[in-house]
């Protein structure tokens, strides 16, 4: 292994205070991550770091098994599911032996029914929460927003999945690369599976053609990850044209997943914020639709929000002028729409109608219209577009920082905790009244802004957060109020709950301010490890405490 790489790590690790992350990623199994990770697990003790094997499945392959002689193996926590033992990683011994680094091994696995959490990349998120820097592997099919594409190359539906932040937020990611030739000739050789399973993986999954699609996703992935961590602060920020990226949802659309992961690439590629957008008519009120569409449209919503977007549901008749509202609000340039469920009947064309996609292309001027055919997701081919990458940076990005303002607004936030379940307005007034430094007039002036915005639609979002936010005239900076209530925080209209609600105030101008602020607010509500500290606090201190730390680990 290049010793550079090792020292990068190294430099890294002693001047942190969170935990780190670094990643070895590759395209099939049997391509080496387990090994090159366990080679830096040696070189880290032999530089004197007290580095420990939290967790690594050799699957019985002798040179790697060879490699934990001389490693520090933590052991493991056996959970009985089923009538069966089953070993998976102990995280609470990790966190009580607290090594400055942990080897942990297969990143997106599902932990056993009974764990404390449901994923292993979760686990690591409370181990780097904790200070510990940890190693891990993964293959490039787990990423969420590569499952259509990778069930179209090889025939496979990948069934343990990774949000994409996990990747795009690591602090070092290696790639892990042999020629296509080399692998299947360890496979042949049994290196890499059991001698029974050696025919069947040649035949499917290991075939050249699938590997070989794999592998150019794992080089396309790891291009458009050093882009986006080679771009200067200046080409991050929002520019004066819009370029921003939206996903519109239906409640029965035909694979939303599928329009909600292409729309996560896309925006990854433009390095630019996605907003998901469901536009609900009066058809489609909670008390005319089915559970089971209720619990599909929750599902899809709760996906936007994990693989990054800002998530808003609006109420409108006239789905196409409730959409460009948005797109000229938010200064939207993409527009992400699946195909139409049912044609225009010929008659009502006759009569003028047309489709929604027919009306955003012709009065979305200036917006770019991408129309997935997502009744024919399989069998569709969908184009990336990935920004030319230089070489490969030998040290690690530095931490990304918000603006002062967005910085300022959520280390000022005021905080609350309720003991009692509240009503939506409620829970709205009080987080209001928090807001310090407002005066009467402009208090006014944002319940007005905010009451109007939530009749335009619902800012519950998902994963148990609320996500109210207006802008107000007059208003010189923004404000932030976060409040935590453990009996929930009822919606009478949606009839939904949650139990964190985030209150954004901004000024009119710059639109700028508010689109960062909200997606910074967005960003910090999705992290699994901030949600659970703010659940489990009881006094408003200590949400101001998780939002600091977060704000810090950016």
């Keep these: 292994m290049d010793d550079n790489r090792a020292d990068n790590f190294l430099r890294l690790i002693r001047r942190s205070q969170r935990g780190r992350l670094k990643i070895y990623l590759g395209y099939a199994a049997g391509v080496g991550k387990t090994y090159q990770m366990l080679l830096e697990g040696h070189r880290l003790k032999q530089d ?7 967790l690594v499945e050799t699957h019985g392959r002798p040179e790697t098994e060879a490699l934990l002689s001389g490693l520090e193996i933590l052991g493991r926590r056996t959970i009985i599911y089923r009538g069966i033992d089953i070993g998976e990683m102990d995280l609470e011994a990790i966190l009580a032996r607290r090594p400055a680094v942990v080897l942990v091994d297969e990143l997106a696995h599902t932990n056993v029914p009974g764990s404390k959490n449901a994923k292993r990349y979760q686990d690591v998120e409370e181990l780097l929460a904790a200070g510990i820097h940890v190693i891990s592997t993964l293959n490039i099919q787990h990423l969420e927003s590569l499952y259509e594409t990778v069930e179209r190359a090889t ?3 990948v069934r343990e999945r990774i949000p994409d932040r996990v ?7 290696v790639n892990v690369d042999i020629t296509i030739e080399d692998l299947r000739r360890r496979l042949a050789e049994g290196k890499v599976y059991t001698q029974e399973r050696i025919e069947i993986a040649l035949a499917h999954f290991f075939k050249a053609s699938n590997l070989g699609q794999l592998r150019e996703l794992a080089l396309r992935e790891l291009a458009a990850q050093i882009d986006a961590r080679r771009r200067s602060p200046q080409e991050e920020e929002i520019p004066s ?3 921003q990226v939206m996903v519109c949802l239906s409640s029965k659309g035909p694979n939303s997943e599928a329009l909600l992961r292409y729309a996560s690439r896309l925006a990854g590629r433009l390095n630019r914020n996605w907003y998901a957008v469901y536009v609900q008519t009066s058809r489609e009120r909670p008390a005319l639709i089915d559970a089971v569409t209720q619990r599909m449209l929750s599902n899809t919503l709760t996906l936007a929000q994990q693989l990054g977007a800002t998530v808003f549901t609006y109420k409108g008749d006239d789905i196409v002028k409730t959409i460009l509202q948005f797109a000229r609000e938010y200064r939207v340039g993409h527009i ?7 044609k225009v009947p010929f008659w009502k064309r006759v009569l003028g109608e047309t489709s929604i996609v027919e009306r955003l292309m012709t009065d979305g001027r200036g917006l770019t219209v991408v129309v997935l055919d997502t009744k024919a997701i399989p069998e569709a081919r969908i184009s990336e577009s990935i920004a030319p990458a230089g070489p490969m940076p030998e040290d690690l990005k530095p931490p990304k920082k918000f603006s002062h303002d967005i910085g300022a607004a959520l280390s000022m936030a005021a905080t609350l905790v309720w003991t009692e379940p509240l009503e939506k307005d409620t829970a709205i007034q009080r987080l209001l009244a928090a807001c310090v430094e407002i005066d009467a007039h402009i208090q006014a002036t944002a319940w007005d802004a905010l009451l109007a915005r939530e009749k335009q639609g619902t800012t519950f979002v998902g994963e148990d957060v609320a996500l109210p936010h ?3 005239a007059g208003l010189g900076r923004p404000r932030v109020a976060i409040g935590v209530a453990a009996a929930g925080i009822r919606d009478g209209q949606s009839g939904r709950s949650v139990r964190i609600m985030a209150l954004l105030l901004s000024p009119v101008e710059p639109p700028q301010i508010h689109l960062e602020t909200l997606a910074a607010i967005s960003k910090m509500a999705g992290d699994d490890q901030w949600r659970k500290e703010v659940l489990a606090v009881e006094a408003s201190a200590g949400i101001a405490q998780a939002i600091r730390k977060w704000q810090a680990s950016q």
């Design 48 to 54: 004197g770091i007290d580095a420990a094997v939290g």
């Design 155 to 157: 025939g496979v539906k």
């Design 167 to 173: 990747v795009a937020d690591a602090d070092q990611l």
């Design 241 to 243: 044209s819009p370029d």
């Design 336 to 342: 992400v729409i699946g195909t139409p469920g049912r």
């Design 470 to 472: 207006a802008r107000v």
